[in-house]
């Protein structure tokens, strides 16, 4: 079965960055781009872009041009969503998720808390 | 970008009761739409995709409608289980949208 498993909670300070790792396993990696979406606590569901897992190339939402990065590494089936100059603002539950145009399998989430 | 946006916000309701809840988008999306159920903390938990097909598994009482602008998610008869909050998603252009959610609560 589809798996997507994602690295642990970490605790960042403001202006430093992050790095989000998503392990997938029960299907072909490179066969279906990979999202990210967060979501603030108490808050809803925010999509931030994704990454096409067979060439490599993303798309990210407008509003975190510039900060995200989401990379690969098919030797490992493994997807990464990297955020810098972290602020407050960006504490969050990270989710992974596997693409079909709607979203059917997603990651347990990382949460990422920013605070000084 | 496209705006989701869902009503009502919150929903009071008792099991046995039939709801339904409303996304509308801020253009057309044709019939691009997923439903979601999430519970606290857990990840989403997709029900319906392209405005109307059930995912596999999900049950039969969770029902989708609509194309265009106004699609609806219908639960025929509240269980239990259902109390929740509800996301709708369009992904018929980029970037996606979520609606803000609505959350089902026990009457």
């Known amino acids: 079965q589809v798996q997507l498993v994602q690295s642990g909670a970490e605790v960042k300070k403001p202006g430093a960055s992050v790095k989000v790792s998503c392990k997938a396993s029960g299907h072909t990696f490179t066969g279906y781009y990979m999202h990210w979406v967060r979501q603030a606590p108490g808050e809803g569901l925010e999509w931030m872009g994704w990454i096409n897992t067979n060439t490599g190339g993303a798309n990210y939402a407008q509003k975190f041009q510039g900060r995200v990065t989401m990379t690969r590494d098919t030797s490992i089936d493994t997807a990464y969503m990297e955020l810098s100059r972290l602020r407050s603002d960006d504490t969050a539950v990270y989710y992974c998720a596997r693409d079909n145009g709607y979203i059917p399998y997603w990651g347990q989430g990382t949460l990422v808390t920013v605070s000084s | ?107």
């Open chain 2, 1 to 107: 970008d496209i705006q989701m946006t869902q009503s009502p916000s919150t929903l009071s309701a008792s099991v046995g009761d039939r709801v339904t809840i409303t996304c509308r988008a801020s253009q057309s999306i044709s019939r691009w739409l997923a439903w979601y159920q999430q519970k606290p903390g857990k990840a989403p938990k997709l029900l319906i995709y392209e405005a109307s097909s059930l995912e596999s598994g999900v049950p039969s009482r969770f029902s989708g409608s609509g194309s265009g602008t106004e699609l609806t998610l219908t639960i025929s008869s509240l269980q239990p289980d259902d109390f929740a909050i509800y996301y709708c998603q369009q992904y018929n252009t980029y970037p996606y949208t979520f609606g803000q959610g609505t959350k089902l609560e026990i009457k």
